[in-house]
Protein backbone atom coordinates (compact mmCIF):
# COMPACT_ATOMS: atom_id res chain seq x y z
CA UNK A 1 0.00 0.00 0.00
CA UNK A 2 2.83 2.37 0.82
CA UNK A 3 4.77 1.70 -2.20
CA UNK A 4 1.14 2.36 -4.60
CA UNK A 5 0.93 5.73 -2.58
CA UNK A 6 4.63 6.75 -3.32
CA UNK A 7 4.33 5.71 -6.72
CA UNK A 8 0.88 7.83 -6.95
CA UNK A 9 2.76 10.91 -4.91
CA UNK A 10 5.72 10.62 -7.72
CA UNK A 11 3.85 10.53 -10.79
CA UNK A 12 1.45 13.56 -9.63
CA UNK A 13 4.54 15.75 -9.06
CA UNK A 14 6.33 14.82 -12.33
CA UNK A 15 2.72 15.53 -14.68
CA UNK A 16 3.19 18.80 -13.57
CA UNK A 17 5.02 21.04 -16.97
CA UNK A 18 6.29 23.64 -15.39
CA UNK A 19 9.26 24.33 -14.10
CA UNK A 20 10.93 27.33 -11.79
CA UNK A 21 14.48 26.49 -12.87
CA UNK A 22 16.07 29.19 -14.57
CA UNK A 23 17.20 28.10 -18.75
CA UNK A 24 20.18 27.56 -20.26
CA UNK A 25 21.04 27.79 -23.44
CA UNK A 26 21.84 25.38 -26.36
CA UNK A 27 23.72 25.11 -29.42
CA UNK A 28 21.99 24.43 -32.74
CA UNK A 29 22.83 21.14 -34.10
CA UNK A 30 24.08 21.18 -37.67
CA UNK A 31 20.86 19.22 -38.91
CA UNK A 32 18.53 22.35 -38.32
CA UNK A 33 16.78 23.30 -41.32
CA UNK A 34 14.85 26.13 -40.10
CA UNK A 35 16.44 29.44 -38.75
CA UNK A 36 14.83 32.67 -37.32
CA UNK A 37 15.52 35.84 -38.96
CA UNK A 38 15.55 38.96 -37.59
CA UNK A 39 13.52 40.78 -40.24
CA UNK A 40 10.72 41.68 -38.44
CA UNK A 41 11.12 44.74 -35.62
CA UNK A 42 10.44 44.05 -32.08
CA UNK A 43 8.64 46.79 -30.21
CA UNK A 44 10.08 46.14 -26.71
CA UNK A 45 7.46 48.87 -24.58
CA UNK A 46 7.04 48.52 -20.91
CA UNK A 47 5.65 44.86 -20.58
CA UNK A 48 5.92 42.77 -23.11
CA UNK A 49 8.34 42.69 -26.30
CA UNK A 50 5.71 42.75 -29.03
CA UNK A 51 6.06 42.36 -32.64
CA UNK A 52 4.90 45.54 -35.30
CA UNK A 53 4.79 43.65 -38.49
CA UNK A 54 4.19 46.13 -41.32
CA UNK A 55 1.25 43.54 -42.62
CA UNK A 56 -0.96 40.40 -41.51
CA UNK A 57 0.80 38.75 -44.20
CA UNK A 58 3.89 38.90 -42.59
CA UNK A 59 1.99 38.32 -39.47
CA UNK A 60 0.98 34.76 -40.73
CA UNK A 61 4.26 34.40 -42.02
CA UNK A 62 6.52 34.52 -38.80
CA UNK A 63 4.10 32.12 -36.82
CA UNK A 64 4.79 29.41 -39.51
CA UNK A 65 8.34 30.15 -38.70
CA UNK A 66 8.52 29.97 -35.32
CA UNK A 67 5.92 26.52 -35.82
CA UNK A 68 8.54 24.71 -38.18
CA UNK A 69 11.41 25.62 -36.16
CA UNK A 70 9.14 24.57 -32.95
CA UNK A 71 9.32 21.22 -35.17
CA UNK A 72 12.66 20.30 -35.30
CA UNK A 73 12.55 19.36 -31.52
CA UNK A 74 10.18 16.83 -32.37
CA UNK A 75 11.13 13.33 -30.81
CA UNK A 76 13.57 15.31 -27.95
CA UNK A 77 12.58 13.27 -24.42
CA UNK A 78 11.21 14.91 -21.35
CA UNK A 79 13.06 16.69 -19.16
CA UNK A 80 11.34 18.48 -16.07
CA UNK A 81 13.16 22.05 -16.35
CA UNK A 82 14.57 21.54 -19.83
CA UNK A 83 15.57 23.57 -22.39
CA UNK A 84 18.40 21.80 -24.94
CA UNK A 85 17.94 18.87 -27.37
CA UNK A 86 19.00 16.64 -24.44
CA UNK A 87 15.68 16.92 -23.02
CA UNK A 88 12.67 19.87 -22.81
CA UNK A 89 9.34 20.09 -20.83
CA UNK A 90 6.42 21.97 -22.38
CA UNK A 91 7.42 25.51 -21.04
CA UNK A 92 10.87 24.73 -22.36
CA UNK A 93 9.95 24.12 -25.62
CA UNK A 94 7.87 27.15 -26.14
CA UNK A 95 10.49 29.56 -24.76
CA UNK A 96 13.04 28.45 -26.34
CA UNK A 97 11.17 28.38 -29.93
CA UNK A 98 10.20 32.35 -29.40
CA UNK A 99 13.39 32.83 -28.04
CA UNK A 100 14.85 31.94 -31.34
CA UNK A 101 13.02 35.02 -32.75
CA UNK A 102 13.85 37.42 -30.02
CA UNK A 103 10.87 37.25 -28.30
CA UNK A 104 11.44 36.75 -24.69
CA UNK A 105 8.44 35.06 -22.73
CA UNK A 106 8.53 33.57 -19.11
CA UNK A 107 9.95 30.53 -18.80
CA UNK A 108 6.70 28.73 -16.38
CA UNK A 109 3.61 28.47 -18.32
CA UNK A 110 1.27 29.65 -15.89
CA UNK A 111 3.31 32.76 -16.31
CA UNK A 112 3.12 32.67 -20.55
CA UNK A 113 -0.38 32.37 -19.54
CA UNK A 114 -0.30 35.81 -18.82
CA UNK A 115 1.28 37.35 -21.61
CA UNK A 116 -0.45 38.50 -25.54
CA UNK A 117 -4.05 38.72 -25.94
CA UNK A 118 -6.59 36.27 -24.96
CA UNK A 119 -8.34 34.64 -27.81
CA UNK A 120 -11.52 32.32 -28.84
CA UNK A 121 -10.35 28.90 -29.80
CA UNK A 122 -12.10 29.03 -32.92
CA UNK A 123 -9.91 31.85 -33.54
CA UNK A 124 -6.72 30.29 -33.09
CA UNK A 125 -3.67 30.79 -35.99
CA UNK A 126 -0.65 28.89 -36.22
CA UNK A 127 2.21 30.41 -33.95
CA UNK A 128 -0.56 30.97 -31.00
CA UNK A 129 -0.32 29.15 -27.59
CA UNK A 130 -2.83 26.79 -26.23
CA UNK A 131 -2.59 26.94 -22.08
CA UNK A 132 -4.13 23.84 -20.01
CA UNK A 133 -4.85 22.61 -16.38
CA UNK A 134 -3.76 18.98 -16.44
CA UNK A 135 -4.16 18.41 -12.91
CA UNK A 136 -7.93 18.78 -11.80
CA UNK A 137 -6.81 19.18 -8.00
CA UNK A 138 -4.44 22.28 -8.50
CA UNK A 139 -6.78 24.95 -10.21
CA UNK A 140 -3.57 26.60 -12.55
CA UNK A 141 -2.32 26.54 -16.02
CA UNK A 142 0.36 23.71 -15.74
CA UNK A 143 0.94 22.65 -19.45
CA UNK A 144 1.72 24.77 -22.83
CA UNK A 145 1.56 23.84 -26.31
CA UNK A 146 2.30 25.95 -29.91
CA UNK A 147 -0.33 25.50 -32.62
CA UNK A 148 1.42 24.22 -35.80
CA UNK A 149 -2.16 23.58 -37.63
CA UNK A 150 -5.67 25.29 -37.20
CA UNK A 151 -8.22 24.81 -39.57
CA UNK A 152 -12.46 24.57 -38.69
CA UNK A 153 -12.92 22.54 -36.20
CA UNK A 154 -8.80 21.05 -35.85
CA UNK A 155 -6.06 23.04 -33.68
CA UNK A 156 -2.63 20.53 -33.56
CA UNK A 157 -0.13 22.15 -31.45
CA UNK A 158 3.84 20.76 -30.65
CA UNK A 159 4.46 20.29 -27.29
CA UNK A 160 6.18 18.49 -24.58
CA UNK A 161 4.45 15.54 -22.65
CA UNK A 162 6.16 13.58 -19.57
CA UNK A 163 5.45 9.89 -21.63
CA UNK A 164 6.67 11.13 -25.05
CA UNK A 165 8.79 13.59 -24.83
CA UNK A 166 8.00 16.46 -27.69
CA UNK A 167 5.28 15.34 -30.08
CA UNK A 168 2.20 16.79 -32.13
CA UNK A 169 -1.18 16.22 -30.49
CA UNK A 170 -4.71 17.28 -31.41
CA UNK A 171 -6.81 19.44 -29.65
CA UNK A 172 -10.05 17.07 -30.47
CA UNK A 173 -8.49 14.33 -28.49
CA UNK A 174 -10.33 13.41 -25.12
CA UNK A 175 -7.50 14.26 -22.86
CA UNK A 176 -6.67 17.50 -24.40
CA UNK A 177 -9.86 18.75 -25.58
CA UNK A 178 -10.71 18.39 -21.38
CA UNK A 179 -7.59 19.81 -20.20
CA UNK A 180 -7.46 23.05 -22.30
CA UNK A 181 -8.23 26.07 -20.76
CA UNK A 182 -7.50 29.26 -22.83
CA UNK A 183 -5.61 30.30 -25.99
CA UNK A 184 -3.64 33.05 -26.19
CA UNK A 185 -1.73 35.13 -28.55
CA UNK A 186 2.01 36.50 -28.31
CA UNK A 187 2.25 37.01 -32.18
Avoid at 13 to 28: A, G, M
Avoid at 90 to 115: H, Q, W
Avoid at 168 to 187: H, V
Wanted: proline share 2%; aromatic share 10%.
Amino acid sequence: MHKLSFILCLLICVSSCKSSKKTTTYRKSNNVTVSPTNSIKTDRSEDNALLTPKSNAELKSLGIEISDYAKQFEGVRYKYGGTTTKGMDCSGLVYETFKAYDINLPRVSRDMALEGLKINIDDVKVGDLLFFQTNPKRKTINHVGLVVASSTGNVEFIHSTTSKGVITSSLAERYWYYSFKEARRIL
